[in-house]
């Protein structure tokens, strides 16, 4: 059985940072794509990050571009999600999601891609 278990999330001052993790396991980890999602109240699960089996690929939604870093350590089955200059719209539960899919441009921000899902973390930005 795979799980994924999120940590790191918390109430932080805007323009902050916060470290996401996520821990892998069940499945050889390095077999999957990873990403994050994040879901704010009143509103519909949105993508945020990828990155390959590799790691050597990654994939940013707009709005986080050259804000939050996704990386990972196949040796250590965990992903990372690295947020600076926090905003309060950034105020959400973060998701880690698994695919045992190979990379696919078009469907990497499907929430339909992924088979694997954490429960979540909440992040909280105050303003």
């Given at each position: 059985?795979?799980?994924?278990?999120?940590?790191?999330g918390g109430l932080v001052q805007a323009g902050?940072?916060?470290r996401l993790s996520c821990a892998v396991t069940g499945r050889t980890f390095s077999t999957l794509l990873m990403a994050w999602f994040r879901q704010a109240p009143g509103k519909e699960r949105e993508f945020v990050s990828s990155i390959i089996q590799r790691g050597d690929i990654?994939?940013?939604a707009d709005f986080v571009k050259g804000r939050f870093t996704i990386s990972r350590d196949n040796a250590k089955n965990m992903v990372y999600l690295e947020m600076n200059s926090l905003k309060?719209?950034?105020t959400a539960v973060y998701y880690c999601a698994g695919s045992v899919d190979s990379y696919f441009?078009?469907?990497?921000k499907e929430a339909a891609f992924y088979?694997?899902?954490?429960?979540g973390t909440q992040v909280t930005v105050s303003s």
């Open positions: 059985q795979v799980q994924l278990v999120e940590s790191g902050g940072s916060l990654t994939t940013d309060s719209e950034d441009p078009g469907r990497l088979n694997y899902w954490g429960q």
